[in-house]
């Protein structure tokens, strides 16, 4: 098997990753939540914007059904970037994984709407990452290591096959840079030594 960049790859094209890897398998389980996807460079401030973009994107998700928040992605961008500087932001560095949280509670706040927002530390697939797809809520992921090196994306996905009595399980993406789904292959990730501790995500439940 092909282990790039510290032990995981971005797979583009994923059936022809499993054909080389796992020849055989049978998908088992599916679930895509739609989001539109932008990249980074389509904004003004375009320097290490990543987390502030994977933020936009989920504000704009839910703001389909909440008629007070901003429909137009560049509007809601500069919100979260004006509420990102009072965290620390800047285009140097980008934004602190662990401040992701208190950006998008601020943002929902700015227009009283509740909302549980939480950055988990120690997360693996099923929780809270499965299940927070599973009801409909996409997630930010912070990656420190290989090519997604202090880098966020969102999670829109899953996909988990079987293959010679295993599952195998990978993470649906948009990663900030292109205009179409990327995938980790989430059993080579979690597994790698390099992504002990360094890989985190943060959800969102909007509250009634």
Same mark, same amino acid.
């Given at each position: 098997?092909?282990?790039?960049?510290?032990? $995981?790859?971005?797979?583009?094209?994923? #059936?022809? #990753?499993?054909?080389?890897?796992?020849?055989?398998?049978?998908?088992?389980?599916?679930?895509?939540?739609?989001?539109?996807?932008?990249?980074?460079?389509?904004?003004?401030?375009?320097?290490?914007?990543?987390?502030?973009?994977?933020?936009?994107?989920?504000?704009? $998700?839910?703001?389909?059904?909440?008629?007070?928040?901003?429909?137009?992605?560049?509007?809601?961008?500069?919100?979260?970037?004006?509420?990102?500087?009072?965290?620390?932001?800047?285009?140097?560095?980008?934004?602190?994984?662990?401040?992701?949280?208190?950006?998008?509670?601020?943002?929902?706040?700015? #227009?009283?709407?509740?909302?549980?927002?939480?950055?988990?530390?120690?997360?693996?697939?099923?929780?809270?990452?499965?299940?927070?797809?599973?009801?409909?809520?996409?997630?930010?992921?912070?990656?420190?290591?290989?090519?997604?090196?202090?880098?966020?994306?969102?999670?829109?996905?899953?996909?988990?096959?079987?293959?010679?009595?295993?599952?195998?399980?990978?993470?649906?993406?948009?990663?900030?840079?292109?205009?179409?789904?990327?995938?980790?292959?989430?059993?080579?990730?979690?597994?790698?030594?390099?992504?002990?501790?360094?890989?985190?995500?943060?959800?969102?439940?909007?509250?009634?």
């Amino acid at each position: 098997m092909n282990k790039k960049y510290y032990e $995981y790859e971005v797979i583009d094209y994923l #059936y022809g #990753y499993i054909k080389d890897n796992y020849n055989g398998a049978n998908l088992l389980e599916e679930k895509t939540i739609e989001l539109e996807n932008f990249i980074q460079n389509d904004f003004s401030s375009k320097n290490k914007n990543c987390s502030l973009v994977a933020i936009t994107r989920i504000i704009k $998700y839910y703001s389909a059904n909440i008629d007070i928040i901003p429909k137009n992605e560049q509007e809601i961008f500069i919100q979260v970037f004006n509420i990102a500087l009072s965290y620390g932001f800047n285009e140097i560095t980008g934004t602190h994984p662990t401040k992701i949280d208190n950006i998008i509670s601020d943002y929902f706040n700015e #227009y009283n709407i509740k909302v549980e927002s939480k950055g988990h530390y120690f997360p693996n697939f099923y929780n809270p990452l499965k299940s927070e797809i599973d009801n409909n809520r996409p997630l930010v992921m912070n990656i420190a290591f290989g090519k997604y090196s202090n880098h966020s994306v969102t999670i829109t996905g899953y996909k988990i096959f079987k293959y010679k009595g295993m599952k195998i399980k990978f993470i649906e993406l948009f990663d900030g840079w292109t205009k179409k789904h990327s995938y980790i292959d989430y059993n080579i990730f979690a597994h790698s030594l390099f992504s002990v501790n360094v890989y985190s995500l943060n959800s969102l439940k909007i509250l009634d």
